[in-house]
T-cell receptor, first 114, second 114 residues
Framework: DTGVSQDPRHKITKRGQNVTFRCDPISEHNRLYWYRQTLGQGPEFLTYFQNEAQLEKSRLLSDRFSAERPKGSFSTLEIQRTEQGDSAMYLC????????????FGPGTRLTVL | AQSVTQLGSHVSVSEGALVLLRCNYSSSVPPYLFWYVQYPNQGLQLLLKYTSAATLVKGINGFEAEFKKSETSFHLTKPSAHMSDAAEYFCAVSDQTGANNLFFGTGTRLTVIP
């Protein structure tokens, strides 16, 4: 078990560009979450997958954001036409099935939009 | 709706002194509560969780927390601080719906003074 991994760890982009992040959850974890963390704040929920199905999205997830989890394994989060307000740490977490199961977090992808 | 409030964005203690980090919650259902620790440029690591079993929960690295329903609190303690405990600590409550996403507090930065 190698834990949750995320790639890249850091991304610097210019405003208006598109970016894509990848998350590889712990194997056999059915649930996958994306959170966003801005400076001085706790993580905020963005979206959630149960296997390959995206079952919930936060109001924070504007139409410029899209997430996928093909085949129920890794997930990607894409931001189109990035804005400076998108600068944040994007965290991925995975867990088993029960509500009591622990969410294990990856190291995050830090996005800086210039 | 679920939320947590962490009192004190910064806490400083001397090495060997008691650590007390405060968390109060609001929940429309019996809560599941969590404490996570975040070291610089890293993801979140679970310290401990309360899921309606024993009210005194023991976690990793000598930390523990007590669930007090009457006070709607879940404060984190450690009898003797180590230099390695310096980090950001987040309290979280889950919504226990299908998504079971976590609602985090704004965090408390712990500084340990040698």
């Amino acid at each position: 078990d190698t834990g949750v991994s995320q790639d890249p760890r850091h991304k610097i982009t210019k405003r208006g560009q598109n970016v894509t992040f990848r998350c590889d959850p712990i194997s056999e974890h059915n649930r996958l979450y994306w959170y966003r963390q801005t400076l001085g704040q706790g993580p905020e929920f963005l979206t959630y997958f149960q296997n390959e199905a995206q079952l919930e999205k936060s109001r924070l997830l504007s139409d410029r954001f899209s997430a996928e989890r093909p085949k129920g394994s890794f997930s990607t989060l894409e931001i189109q036409r990035t804005e400076q307000g998108d600068s944040a740490m994007y965290l991925c977490a995975s867990s088993l099935d029960w509500v009591t199961d622990t969410q294990y977090f990856g190291p995050g992808t830090r996005l800086t939009v210039l | 709706a679920q939320s947590v409030t962490q009192l004190g964005s910064h806490v400083s203690v001397s090495e060997g002194a008691l650590v007390l980090l405060r968390c109060n919650y609001s929940s429309s259902v019996p809560p599941y509560l969590f404490w996570y620790v975040q070291y610089p440029n890293q993801g979140l690591q679970l310290l401990l969780k309360y899921t309606s079993a024993a009210t005194l929960v023991k976690g990793i690295n000598g930390f523990e927390a007590e669930f007090k329903k009457s006070e709607t609190s879940f404060h984190l303690t450690k009898p003797s601080a180590h230099m390695s405990d310096a980090a950001e600590y987040f309290c979280a409550v889950s919504d226990q719906t299908g998504a079971n996403n976590l609602f985090f507090g704004t965090g408390t930065r712990l500084t340990v003074i040698p």
